[in-house]
């Protein structure tokens, strides 16, 4: 994540002032798409160039802002292979999703979970307190068992650390 650090000492954050947006002292608005799958693409260099593609082409467009993943729990091209235990590889593709994006001027929302089994999401969780010996069974037991809780705290600590 060494990108997204050296990026995060030098961009500036969108903040809020009643119901307006505010970037730099100025009025910011919202233009933005999903592209979930930046990350994933980013791994390998026979797929890279898709990302470079949409991001040039976003901001062409005067986008503003796109929402991806920052999370692919336990499936192909896993950021978070098991509970606390990361692949380096897929870090350093999202760390060039993030400059990317950087350099275009397009802000990203890093969604960290999914509500559903894709890419693993909430469900994953609650398998992995399952394995561990937990009385789990619902993907919704994402929200109350403390096993689950805690291994999603602890992957939000990976971010904010």
């Given at each position: 994540?060494?990108?997204?650090a050296?990026?995060?000492?030098?961009?500036?954050?969108?903040?809020?002032?009643?119901?307006?947006?505010?970037?730099?002292?100025?009025p910011?608005?919202?233009?933005?798409?999903?592209?979930?799958?930046?990350?994933?693409?980013?791994?390998?260099?026979?797929?890279?160039?898709?990302?470079?593609?949409?991001?040039?082409?976003?901001?062409?467009?005067?986008?503003?802002?796109?929402?991806?993943w920052?999370?692919?729990?336990?499936?192909?091209?896993?950021?978070?292979?098991?509970?606390?235990?990361?692949?380096?590889?897929?870090?350093?593709?999202?760390?060039?999703?993030?400059?990317?994006?950087?350099?275009?001027?397009?802000?990203?929302?890093?969604?960290?979970?999914?509500?559903?089994?894709?890419?693993?999401g909430?469900?994953?969780?609650?398998?992995?307190?399952?394995?561990?010996?937990?009385?789990?069974?619902?993907?919704?037991?994402?929200?109350?068992?403390?096993?689950?809780?805690?291994?999603?705290?602890?992957?939000?600590?990976?971010?904010?650390?």
């Amino acid at each position: 994540m060494a990108a997204a650090a050296s990026i995060a000492a030098t961009a500036s954050f969108v903040q809020r002032s009643g119901q307006q947006l505010f970037l730099d002292g100025a009025p910011f608005y919202v233009n933005g798409w999903n592209s979930y799958w930046l990350m994933v693409q980013s791994i390998e260099d026979s797929t890279r160039p898709r990302m470079f593609a949409v991001m040039m082409a976003a901001a062409a467009l005067g986008l503003t802002v796109c929402r991806t993943w920052a999370f692919n729990d336990a499936t192909y091209q896993a950021l978070q292979i098991s509970p606390g235990n990361y692949d380096e590889n897929v870090f350093q593709a999202l760390d060039q999703v993030i400059a990317v994006a950087q350099q275009n001027g397009v802000r990203l929302l890093l969604s960290l979970v999914n509500n559903w089994e894709d890419y693993g999401g909430k469900a994953q969780y609650v398998a992995w307190a399952c394995r561990a010996g937990q009385d789990v069974s619902s993907a919704d037991d994402f929200f109350t068992y403390p096993t689950c809780r805690q291994y999603y705290k602890d992957h939000v600590t990976v971010w904010v650390a």
